[in-house]
């Protein structure tokens, strides 16, 4: 019974880490946020104005995945494992319909298959 607990529910990217952590850790942790984060960035995205006060918590709750989910991707050392996890991160801006972050992220990605992949599904990254 949340109603009268009054305390705020703790999200998957607020939980501490233990560092270090190996890659693929990382990549699982980077892909439970994403899956976290994914209804409050589909409930984002098709919304006119971002800055209105009832889509307030979902956008704050969406940025601050990606933010950590981005913090823990650079740490991967792995160059596969770490496209990969980008390609997430990727996929969770563009349901945001967030493609000011998006573009860079996948700028970052080397691996050509996995470029080929995410184009494929997102043509308009192509640009």
């Known amino acids: 019974m949340r109603w009268f607990n009054k305390t705020k529910q703790t999200e998957v990217w607020d939980e501490a880490i ?3 952590i ?3 850790e990382a990549a699982h942790k980077i892909r439970e946020i994403c899956r ?3 209804d409050s960035a589909g409930k984002i995205a098709g919304a006119a104005d971002r800055s209105h006060q009832k889509l307030k918590g979902e956008v704050e709750r969406y940025e601050r995945a990606a933010k950590v989910a981005m913090e823990i991707a650079i740490k991967i050392s792995d160059n596969l ?3 990969a996890a980008v390609r997430q991160i990727v996929e969770l801006c563009l349901k945001a319909n967030d493609s000011r972050t998006a ?3 996948f ?3 080397q691996s050509q298959s996995i ?3 995410v184009v494929r599904e997102h043509p308009s990254l192509r640009e």
């Open 36 to 38: 976290c984060a994914a």
């Open 22 to 24: 190996g890659d693929i």
């Open 107 to 109: 700028r970052a990605i």
């Open 115 to 117: 470029i080929a992949d």
């Open 18 to 20: 233990e560092w270090p």
């Open 103 to 105: 573009r860079p992220l």
């Open 81 to 83: 494992l770490r496209d």
